[in-house]
């Protein structure tokens, strides 16, 4: 089994509930992405112009693991500075990196210039052939299906025990089962 390091950077909750969960199923590792400045305006800002301040040393030891999993919120339609940090830093130190997010933009508007597809464009460009996969979770499905069309709401969507549930677990577990092979019966 590959030994999997889950990295994230979080600003209100919902990716570290996404990635200290996704641990739990993986039985991963889990550790939140510090930027050297971590202030929400100037790190916006970062993304944006596409310079960064960098992130501090992360505490787990890159090598002891082969696979990479990377998350955090869109802002702007941008990758953040601090995924993109993680990217540049760790690419040729795992075997393979998976790239998340959990997202305001929906799967109807992923190619629009706020939604996830141009952003895993540019992490796939980024890493140089070492992104196995990108998936994204839209905050959206968290919200009752009848208020889904309400964008003013998305904002405000923390993940929680209560709400992740239907189509944000079925995308869970499809990714747990892509990345975690169900083992060979044994030969009788
Ligand atoms: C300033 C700001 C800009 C945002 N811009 C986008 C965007 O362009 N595209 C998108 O999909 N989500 C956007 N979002 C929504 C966040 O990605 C979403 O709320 C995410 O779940 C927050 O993650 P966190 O709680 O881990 O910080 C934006 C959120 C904020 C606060």
Redesign the pocket.
Known sequence: MKKTLIL???????????AERLARRLHADVEALRPRIDL?GLL?FFSWIRLSPGNRRIRHDIRAYDRLIL????????LIAPLRDAIRKFRHKVTEIVFL??????DE?KSE????GR?FDRARQLAQGQLRSCR????VLAMPEDQRDRDEE??N???SDENFDGELEARLEELVRELEPIAESPVV
């Open positions: 994230y950077y979080s600003h209100s909750g919902n990716n570290r509930y996404l929400f916006l998350l955090g919120p869109i802002w702007a339609g941008q997010t959990c997202c305001g933009s929906k508007t210039p706020f939604g996830y952003v994204a979770f839209p905050v998305i904002l969507v923390r993940l």
